[in-house]
């Protein structure tokens, strides 16, 4: 099946910092997602991006998908940022359209 | 207001028994699908729907049983098969209109531990 590598699986910022997230990907997509988990697990839908950039106020996230890897800009970062950020895809084609595969993420700690 | 609700928040097994998680969508998807989240990993999938009564096996659905009898509802059946259900599952849906692949939706979450 494919593989998706987050990195880097720790990160600790101080408040008003900017990170790069990343996310590598074995095989062609036709959906990747971004998502952010807070502590109490719930999984907020940052960004559906299988190719392109997009941005949302202090996060942005560009997907190539040539070249198989996304990013997640997190700029002027704040405490409500922490938790782990997730990368998820589907693959192209065929009967798994539908089944996203998860990395392990990416923890972050943003400490004030 | 739209959206996914699983109930309850927290489940607590005892040997031996079956347990039943609910997932409830009010946002007229077709598509429904249930994840296993174990401490410090992503979600695995344990079954999706694409269909009322249909579904399919993810990658982790021994000792799970599910059914689609309704489109707003895709409840997930821990049996006493499964045995380290100690862990975290969340329920999601999408859209599936001839379009490709959609972004999922999910609901809070349900913690399931044994006693």
């Known amino acids: 099946g494919i593989q998706v590598e987050q990195s880097p699986p720790d990160l600790i910022l101080q408040e008003g910092a900017n990170s790069t997230l990343r996310c590598n990907f074995s095989?062609?997509?036709?959906?990747l997602q971004w998502f952010h988990q807070n502590p109490w697990g719930q999984l907020i839908n940052l960004f559906y991006i299988p190719s392109g950039t997009k941005q949302n106020g202090r996060l942005s996230a560009t997907t190539v998908a040539t070249e198989r890897y996304s990013l997640l800009y997190i700029s002027s970062s704040q405490t409500t940022d922490s938790g782990v950020y997730f990368c998820?895809?589907?693959?192209?084609?065929?009967?798994?359209?539908?089944?996203?595969?998860f990395g392990k993420g990416t923890l972050l700690t943003v400490n004030p | 207001d739209g959206g996914i609700t699983q109930s309850p928040k927290y489940l607590f097994r005892k040997e031996g028994q079956n347990v039943t998680l609910s997932c409830e969508q009010n946002?007229?998807?077709?598509?429904m699908y249930w994840y296993r989240q174990d401490p410090g990993q992503g979600l695995r999938l344990i079954y999706y729907s694409q269909i009322v009564n249909d579904f399919q096996k993810g990658d982790i659905a021994e000792g799970y049983s599910v059914s689609r009898e309704k489109k707003e509802s895709f409840p997930l059946t821990v049996t006493s098969a499964q045995k380290n259900p100690t862990a975290f599952y969340l329920c999601?849906?999408?859209?599936?209109?001839?379009?490709?692949?959609?972004?999922?939706?999910f609901g809070d979450g349900t913690r399931l531990s044994i006693l």
């Open positions: 999601a849906s999408s859209t599936w209109d001839r379009a490709p692949n959609q972004p999922q939706h």
């Open positions: 946002l007229n998807h077709d598509a």
């Open positions: 998820a895809v589907a693959l192209q084609g065929g009967g798994s359209n539908y089944k996203l595969t």
């Open positions: 095989d062609s997509v036709n959906n």
